[in-house]
């Protein structure tokens, strides 16, 4: 599939991965509805020009996520939604028994897996749907799903349960997704990027960044959210890879 002349549907898209993946898609000749909760996401939508459109929503909301689908292929000029990257997520740290004895909040555990493997269904389920009524390419392709998973769905640290949990979830939905979707000519794939730049990130502190940066074994730093866009748009443009998660780490293996 091309990117040039096809819309796509970015979620998280304010900041960070989503953001970038949505500026290379664009720069690429493609159209792209961002989703994000934040406001922020209208903003970076102008800066994109006239082949991008903000659409506020919530990942986990049926609602939100038909209305941000329904405006992709409204934006598609009659060629239908024919790709998704999902970057949309949430970071959680909690151990199951903290210093005092306590346990670990089940409230706080639900909700991590609600966003990130929850949301992620439901992105998925949703855009397939619309996908399926496209008209099939030479090869009979209809439509291509990116998310996003992490390292921590295999190299989970102390107090990743919930998130390594649902980043595990997300992985192990690619291969029976693509083996579904096949049928309608649909794609899907997952990335496990390891430690980026992003806004998630910047909420560690300095040592704790430059101490993961130092134990990449190469190149010695974190990740660079275009570094995940350029991997998006290849899965998209690349029709044989489906079914697989791709670490994007450096070769890092978390301790």
């Given at each position: 599939?091309?990117?040039?002349?096809?819309?796509?549907?970015?979620?998280?898209?304010?900041?960070?991965?989503?953001?970038?993946?949505?500026?290379?898609?664009?720069?690429?000749?493609?159209?792209?509805?961002?989703?994000?909760?934040?406001?922020?996401?209208?903003?970076?939508?102008?800066?994109?020009?006239?082949?991008?459109?903000?659409?506020?929503?919530?990942?986990?909301?049926?609602?939100?996520?038909?209305?941000?689908?329904?405006?992709?292929?409204?934006?598609?000029?009659?060629?239908?939604?024919?790709?998704?990257?999902?970057?949309?997520?949430?970071?959680?740290?909690?151990?199951?028994?903290?210093?005092?004895?306590?346990?670990?909040?089940?409230?706080?555990?639900?909700?991590?897996?609600?966003?990130?493997l929850v949301g992620t269904f439901n992105v998925m389920r949703l855009a397939a749907a619309a996908m399926a009524k496209n008209v099939p390419g030479?090869?009979?392709?209809?439509?291509?799903?990116?998310?996003?998973?992490?390292?921590?769905?295999?190299?989970?640290?102390?107090?990743?349960?919930?998130?390594?949990?649902?980043?595990?979830?997300?992985?192990?939905?690619?291969?029976?997704?693509?083996?579904?979707?096949?049928?309608?000519?649909?794609?899907?794939?997952?990335?496990?990027?390891?430690?980026?730049?992003?806004?998630?990130m910047s909420e560690i502190p300095d040592e704790a960044a430059e101490a993961l940066a130092a134990a990449v074994p190469f190149p010695k730093r974190?990740?660079?959210?275009?570094?995940?866009?350029?991997?998006?748009?290849?899965?998209?443009?690349?029709?044989?890879?489906?079914?697989?998660?791709?670490?994007?780490?450096?070769?890092?293996?978390?301790?």
């Amino acid at each position: 599939m091309q990117v040039k002349d096809n819309t796509f549907l970015i979620t998280g898209a304010a900041s960070g991965l989503g953001a970038a993946t949505a500026e290379r898609l664009v720069a690429g000749g493609g159209r792209v509805v961002l989703c994000d909760l934040s406001d922020v996401v209208e903003a970076h939508a102008k800066t994109l020009g006239e082949h991008a459109r903000a659409v506020r929503g919530d990942v986990t909301s049926g609602d939100d996520i038909q209305a941000a689908v329904d405006a992709a292929v409204e934006l598609s000029d009659g060629r239908g939604l024919a790709g998704v990257v999902h970057c949309a997520g949430v970071v959680s740290v909690a151990k199951l028994v903290d210093r005092e004895g306590n346990p670990a909040d089940l409230d706080a555990y639900a909700r991590t897996v609600q966003i990130n493997l929850v949301g992620t269904f439901n992105v998925m389920r949703l855009a397939a749907a619309a996908m399926a009524k496209n008209v099939p390419g030479e090869d009979g392709e209809r439509g291509v799903i990116v998310n996003t998973a992490s390292i921590a769905a295999f190299d989970g640290q102390v107090g990743q349960c919930a998130y390594s949990a649902s980043k595990a979830g997300v992985v192990g939905m690619s291969l029976p997704a693509a083996r579904e979707l096949s049928r309608h000519g649909v794609r899907v794939m997952a990335i496990a990027p390891g430690v980026f730049e992003t806004p998630m990130m910047s909420e560690i502190p300095d040592e704790a960044a430059e101490a993961l940066a130092a134990a990449v074994p190469f190149p010695k730093r974190l990740g660079k959210p275009d570094e995940f866009a350029r991997l998006a748009e290849q899965i998209i443009i690349n029709s044989m890879l489906n079914g697989e998660t791709i670490r994007l780490d450096g070769g890092i293996r978390m301790q």
